[in-house]
């Protein structure tokens, strides 16, 4: 590959639209990124989806790409009404049954790659530690580090054993946060200590487990590194998840269009301070001149020595080993097959079987049993 090219498997971008245009076949060939991002704005049907996955694959056939959604369940849910859509993860949490857990993963799995989706930025490993966070509540699945691990564990294999790469997120943990890193920089003072009892173990079980990715967090932990936010930061990326948690997987940052960033740094700088720092591959989820500026300053800090080709190499053999699990050898989807799976009748049972055992426990919905008290209905554009 050349330079170029190498540095276009280390993004993952979103587009506008709900097929492939010609400028977007166009942007993509020229710019060859290593995935993309599908959002509410790009979907309508379980034909269109097929069709817009496989108009996508169809453009870079040497390398193909990782295509992933925010399909969490609840208010994070991207899918249309024909899929099985679950429950925010909160409740599910409720229930306490890390079999429920999986068979709603192994579920939603098997419906992703049916219309040719084979990445879920899910789960959420982040512990509802603070009623007053304003983005996280009821993705959690709850207040307790322990449940939020049982639960994320087994959420990671029903994705994974399906063959859909999971995306544990925020690390190093965004539940004890007061503001939206969407809207602006959080920060967070809990001492180490604290991080080290609540917010990390979920995401240390599941390095154990061997979950294939995980995203970052637009947060600055002054316990960690008291300047930059974890996506930013060599302390948290490269000291503490890569050498002392030991973590040999795929590294995603949150958008970084998010104010949290851009606010803060350009596309370009933003770009190479993550990647830098020790993240793998960057996400940009709407702006296509962010995207190439972001590649244009990757590529000059490459050529000026800022990053080194052995660390360039060291991301995309990641990266490549994580394709060759997920994605080779690379078949298309036919939307016979996808009409099959999406919503099929053994995909609504299970979800009528859950709704039974929530209607089980006693509706004591507090801050306590894992749930936010406050209401948010709105969706979360970028998560």
């Known amino acids: 590959m050349t330079l170029r090219e190498q540095i276009g498997q280390l993004f993952m971008m979103g587009?506008?639209?709900?097929?492939?245009?010609?400028?977007?076949?166009?942007?993509?060939?020229?710019?060859k990124p290593g995935g993309v991002i599908f959002f509410r704005r790009n979907i309508e049907s379980?034909?269109?989806?097929?069709?817009?996955?496989?108009?996508?694959?169809k453009l870079l056939p040497a390398q193909p790409l990782l295509i992933a959604i925010d399909q969490e369940g609840g208010r994070v849910s991207r899918l249309p009404h024909e899929f099985t859509i679950f429950p925010p993860c909160g409740q599910l949490g409720q229930c306490n049954s890390s079999e429920l857990a999986y068979s709603a993963a192994a579920t939603i799995a098997k419906e992703l790659r049916a219309v040719g989706i084979n990445m879920n930025m899910a789960p959420v490993l982040d512990v509802n530690s603070n009623p007053d966070n304003p983005v996280?509540?009821?993705r959690a699945f709850g207040a307790s580090p322990d449940l939020v691990g049982e639960m994320g564990l087994a959420t990671i294999g029903g994705l994974q054993d399906n063959l859909v790469v999971a995306c544990g997120k925020h690390f190093p943990g965004h539940g004890d946060t007061a503001t939206d890193s969407h809207k602006e920089l959080p920060v967070v003072d809990a001492g180490l200590h604290r991080l080290r009892e609540t917010e990390f173990?979920?995401?240390?079980q599941a390095i154990r487990y061997g979950v294939s990715s995980l995203m970052t967090a637009h947060v600055l932990y002054r316990a960690l590194d008291p300047e930059a936010p974890a996506t930013l930061s060599s302390a948290v990326i490269q000291r503490l998840l890569r050498e002392e948690f030991r973590y040999e997987g795929v590294v995603f940052t949150d958008d970084l269009e998010m104010h949290a960033i851009i606010d803060h740094d350009g596309i370009g700088e933003a770009a190479v301070r993550s990647f830098v720092a020790g993240c793998d591959v960057l996400l940009i989820c709407k702006d296509q001149d962010r995207v190439m500026t972001a590649m244009q300053a990757m590529e000059r800090a490459v050529k000026d020595g800022r990053i080194t080709q052995e660390r360039l190499d060291q991301s995309l053999a990641r990266v490549a080993k994580l394709k060759a699990r997920y994605l080779h050898p690379y078949k298309p989807v036919t939307i016979s097959d996808a009409r099959l799976v999406v919503g099929c009748r053994s995909h609504k049972v299970l979800l009528d079987s859950w709704h039974k055992a929530y209607a089980r426990i006693p509706k004591l919905k507090s801050f306590e049993t894992g749930q936010a008290t406050s209401s948010h209905d709105s969706p979360v554009t970028h998560v």
């Not at 709900?18 to 020229?30: E, G, I, N, Q």
């Not at 379980?46 to 694959?57: A, C, F, H, M």
């Not at 173990?201 to 240390?204: A, H, S, T």
């Open 46 to 57: 379980v034909q269109q989806i097929v069709d817009l996955t496989n108009g996508l694959q």
């Open 136 to 138: 996280i509540g009821d």
């Open 15 to 31: 587009f506008t639209g709900t097929t492939v245009t010609k400028d977007l076949a166009s942007f993509l060939t020229a710019s």
């Open 201 to 204: 173990p979920p995401f240390q």
